[in-house]
């Protein structure tokens, strides 16, 4: 087609010219002076990238209120620097990483969805060193021959649940996987039907089970589950006998289930390993702290299970990590199968896990410094003091109508009992002409990114799992979000 060619039909809508006239170009504005920073430190492309979109959406938003009001009447072209900001906002919004640290203001002290447990300074300084460094990962250096990886926690984690051996892969789905295929490929395992669980929507016992080659055998009811129906279900294809910690639910009302010594007991009878899931996988005792409910690994060990399994970013405190330990011969059996190749940790998860494991050679020292310890020993006093410091500072803050203290509970989460919590202060914000969900929003896009709880018209803001050292942070983030 001749486009020099006068158009019988009447042309696009659409602005006259002239109301483009003074706007950069795509080259003016990305060499332009408010841009040097961004200039050394994003590439090239992604500046070009910026900037043709910030035009292209000026000319968009033009053509439409031209549509609409007229081309006689429209606003004179923003100058250069307005787009040049434009384009430093945009930068700031799609260069930044998509994995960020978050200020976790929910209370939710393991929250999956914020990477469990932050880490101890022993674990961070090790992950720095190991990361930057070659590392003793497979070289034993006393003989200088080749050791294994899994070796490196082992006796650590000997020392600290008292078992025989123990082994690692990367969390404790795949604990679970690898042990039920190394101990029950093509035989049954019999679990009791009130802890066949669902964890975390995408852990499911049962479908664990099938991939791992073993045929899951239910005992029991919902309800109750007694010794007695492990004993009459136990024929030549069983090979196991298993218990689930039922993490984050809670059968009440008439129950009955067995305990890890009556299944020993059971086992040894009939020549049956014993094994025991323990799910968050406590290495103190955290009824001192008021939760009854969760497992130590040391007691599943010396009431005889065979095998042990705990993930090491839940009660643990430190990275994700499937920690088995048990009987030696069990575990070299795990060693031994094919998928500890494709389980297998790398060498950060190692150095994290040996520096918080270190840390727990004295108990009394892993309370004061592993960080989800400290935060879940907190006294409600200390609380409550920060709590109303941050009340205050929050007060006069512009855009916040109303900062109040309210007495709540934190929970542990990672999967753990949602009955079981600690109690806590928040902060009830309330926002000046922004709904709670506009304000979570605008908390989780700043930087740093902020996580609170959205409800009822406020955000409500946990200290329990705020640092102290965060406070002031805290308080600029809400500021921003409030502009
Ligand atoms: C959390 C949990 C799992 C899954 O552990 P991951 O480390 O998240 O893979 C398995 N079993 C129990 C009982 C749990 O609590």
């Not at 025989?164 to 101990?183: C, K, M, R």
């Not at 899951?216 to 309800?223: I, S």
Request: hydrophobic share 40%.
């Amino acid at each position: 087609m001749n486009t020099s060619e006068p158009s019988t039909e009447r042309p696009p809508a659409g602005p006259p010219a002239p109301a483009f006239r003074g706007m950069p170009s795509v080259h003016e504005l990305i060499e332009c002076a408010e841009l040097a920073e961004c200039r050394t430190r994003i590439p090239r492309g992604e500046i070009v990238s910026a900037a043709r979109t910030v035009l292209s959406e000026y000319r968009r938003q033009v053509a439409g209120d031209s549509a609409t009001i007229g081309g006689g009447h429209l606003p004179p072209v923003p100058n250069r620097d307005e787009f040049a900001r434009q384009v430093i906002e945009r930068l700031r919004r799609t260069e930044r990483p998509r994995l960020r640290r978050v200020i976790n203001a929910s209370g939710v002290i393991l929250h999956t969805g914020l990477g469990r447990a932050p880490l101890a300074q022993a674990a961070i300084d090790s992950l720095a060193e190991i990361g930057r460094n070659y590392a003793s990962v497979e070289l034993d250096l006393d003989s200088g021959e080749r050791g294994k990886r899994t070796h490196i926690v082992r006796e650590l984690l000997c020392k600290l649940t008292g078992a025989e051996s123990a082994t690692i892969v990367n969390n404790n789905a795949a604990a679970t996987l690898i042990v039920l295929a190394a101990t029950a490929t093509g035989r049954s395992v019999l679990v009791s039907r009130g802890e066949l669980i669902e964890i975390g929507g995408s852990f499911r016992l049962p479908e664990i089970m099938e991939v791992s080659g073993s045929r899951l055998r239910e005992v029991g009811t919902t309800n109750k589950t007694r010794i007695s129906d492990y004993s009459n279900a136990i024929d030549d294809s069983v090979a196991a006998l298993m218990k689930v910690h039922t993490s984050n639910f809670k059968v009440v009302g008439f129950t009955e289930s067995v305990t890890i010594p009556d299944l020993v007991r059971l086992g040894r009878e009939r020549g049956l390993p014993v094994i025991d899931d323990i799910g968050s996988g406590a290495l103190v005792d955290f009824s001192q702290f008021g939760f009854s409910d969760e497992p130590v690994a040391s007691a599943s060990i010396a009431a005889g299970a065979d095998l042990v399994l705990f993930s090491g970013d839940k009660l643990v405190g430190g990275p994700q990590a499937g920690i088995i330990v048990g009987r030696r011969e069990w575990i070299d059996r795990i060693e031994k199968h094919p998928l500890m190749r494709a389980f297998r940790v790398d060498k950060l998860t190692l150095a994290a896990l040996q520096a918080t494991l270190r840390i727990y050679r004295d108990p009394a020292r892993a309370l004061e410094i592993i960080p989800i310890l400290a935060m879940i020993r907190e006294p409600i006093s200390e609380l409550r003091e920060r709590a109303s410091r941050f009340a205050t500072a929050c007060q006069t803050l512009t855009g916040v109508a109303e900062a109040i203290l309210a007495d709540d509970t934190t929970y542990l989460g990672g999967g753990s009992l949602p009955t079981q919590g600690i109690s806590t202060v928040t902060v009830r914000i309330r926002a000046t002409g922004q709904s709670e969900t506009e304000f979570g929003r605008r908390l989780r896009l700043g930087d740093p990114a902020v996580v609170a709880r959205v409800q009822d018209g406020v955000v409500i803001f946990d200290l329990r799992t705020v640092f102290p050292g965060q406070l002031g942070e805290l308080v600029a983030a809400i500021q921003s979000a409030l502009l």
